[in-house]
């Protein structure tokens, strides 16, 4: 596995009396932490069995995690994910996702590593409504507010989470210093996600 330079924490050495309460609130979330505070070991995925049926394109949301952007008082129009079906292939791109709630709140404002985990969780939710997970990302581009301040705290938090998944190879990736839609907002992820789709692999 891709090894990465500098002395970032493994998620298994996280101490619990070190987290704020919304870092456990989303480790927990996220299945990284169990509702006792035990690291739980992520259990293997069967490949076959993650993807289905394709069509065309088409939106994709997860509501019970991540507001529509269209149900703003004032509605944005974008979608949180396309779902592309390309042949024997299906890509999906991952719209700018932070931490924000099934109400289109900012959740966690000021902390910045719980946004970091909170928005792992919004994109890990998009994914997997489309039978994807982690091991399908083949890009992400990173917003911070403030890249100067924040980016040792978002390679720490990144790292513990790729190195939890198992990720390798790790998705190429971007990180750029904006200024994001609220100024309450500290992190912005997108993603780009490609894998076989199930009925077309099986005919192959």
């Given at each position: 596995?891709?090894?990465?330079?500098?002395?970032?924490?493994?998620?298994?050495?996280?101490?619990?009396?070190?987290?704020?309460?919304?870092?456990?609130?989303?480790?927990?979330?996220?299945?990284?932490?169990?509702?006792?505070?035990?690291?739980?070991?992520?259990?293997?995925?069967?490949?076959?069995?993650?993807?289905?049926?394709?069509?065309?394109?088409?939106?994709?949301?997860?509501?019970?995690?991540?507001?529509?952007?269209?149900?703003?008082?004032?509605?944005?129009?974008?979608?949180?994910?396309?779902?592309?079906?390309?042949?024997?292939?299906?890509?999906?791109?991952?719209?700018?996702?932070?931490s924000v709630?099934?109400?289109?709140?900012?959740?966690?404002?000021?902390?910045?590593?719980?946004?970091?985990?909170?928005?792992?969780?919004?994109?890990?939710?998009?994914?997997?409504?489309?039978?994807?997970?982690?091991?399908?990302?083949?890009?992400?581009?990173?917003?911070?507010?403030?890249?100067?301040?924040?980016?040792?705290?978002?390679?720490?938090?990144?790292?513990?989470?790729?190195?939890?998944?198992?990720?390798?190879?790790?998705?190429?990736?971007?990180?750029?210093?904006?200024?994001?839609?609220?100024?309450?907002l500290l992190?912005?992820?997108?993603?780009?996600?490609?894998?076989?789709?199930?009925?077309?692999?099986?005919?192959?």
């Amino acid at each position: 596995m891709a090894q990465c330079v500098g002395s970032v924490p493994d998620v298994t050495t996280l101490s619990i009396e070190t987290l704020s309460e919304g870092e456990r609130q989303e480790l927990t979330a996220l299945g990284i932490l169990s509702k006792s505070g035990e690291i739980t070991p992520l259990t293997p995925r069967d490949p076959g069995a993650r993807h289905h049926v394709a069509v065309q394109c088409r939106a994709i949301s997860a509501p019970a995690v991540l507001n529509e952007a269209y149900d703003y008082a004032k509605p944005s129009s974008f979608s949180r994910g396309l779902r592309l079906d390309l042949g024997t292939f299906t890509l999906l791109l991952i719209s700018g996702t932070a931490s924000v709630d099934e109400e289109g709140r900012t959740i966690h404002p000021g902390d910045f590593r719980a946004q970091c985990w909170r928005t792992y969780r919004n994109i890990t939710e998009l994914l997997t409504s489309e039978g994807a997970y982690w091991n399908d990302i083949i890009r992400t581009t990173c917003y911070l507010r403030d890249i100067e301040r924040d980016y040792k705290d978002f390679n720490e938090v990144r790292t513990m989470f790729f190195r939890w998944l198992g990720l390798d190879p790790l998705p190429a990736s971007t990180g750029i210093q904006a200024r994001l839609c609220r100024e309450d907002l500290l992190v912005e992820i997108e993603a780009m996600a490609l894998f076989k789709n199930k009925n077309n692999s099986e005919k192959s």
